[in-house]
Nanobody, 118 residues
Framework: QVRLVESGGGLVQAGGSLRLSCAAS????????MGWYRQAPGKQRELVAS???????RYAESVKGRFTISYENAKNMVYLQMNSLKPEDTAVYYC????????????WGQGTQVTVSS
């Protein structure tokens, strides 16, 4: 079992920045995958960014160049730095953990709301 707790959401104007944090209840190993997903009203949950403990990173095309995912293993923390925010980034953002890229096991945090006003 892995517990994930997100924080850092809020209301920001377009063009602004926010940093989301996810506290994991265990250490992130090189094979593990940590990710940030988001779900806007009426839409499916989508991957925003992911990072393995070995440092492999993926971004959704819509956030490339604006968002940065990172982790701090000493604190079991994963971050999502979001810059140049747009109204279309408005969603509930969820932290996700998978034991490996091929695992069907997945764990979710409770989500944190990000609202970007125009």
């Amino acid at each position: 079992q892995v517990r994930l707790v997100e924080s850092g959401g809020g209301l920001v104007q377009a063009g602004g920045s926010l940093r989301l944090s996810c506290a994991a209840s265990r250490r992130i190993f090189s094979i593990n995958v940590m990710g940030w997903y988001r779900q806007a009203p009426g839409k499916q949950r989508e991957l925003v960014a992911s990072i393995t403990g070995g440092g492999t990173i993926r971004y959704a095309e819509s956030v490339k160049g604006r968002f940065t995912i990172s982790y701090e293993n000493a604190k079991n923390m994963v971050y999502l730095q979001m810059n140049s925010l747009k109204p279309e980034d408005t969603a509930v953002y969820y932290c996700n953990f998978r034991p490996s890229p091929f695992s069907t096991d997945t764990y979710w945090g409770q989500g944190t709301q990000v609202t970007v006003s125009s």
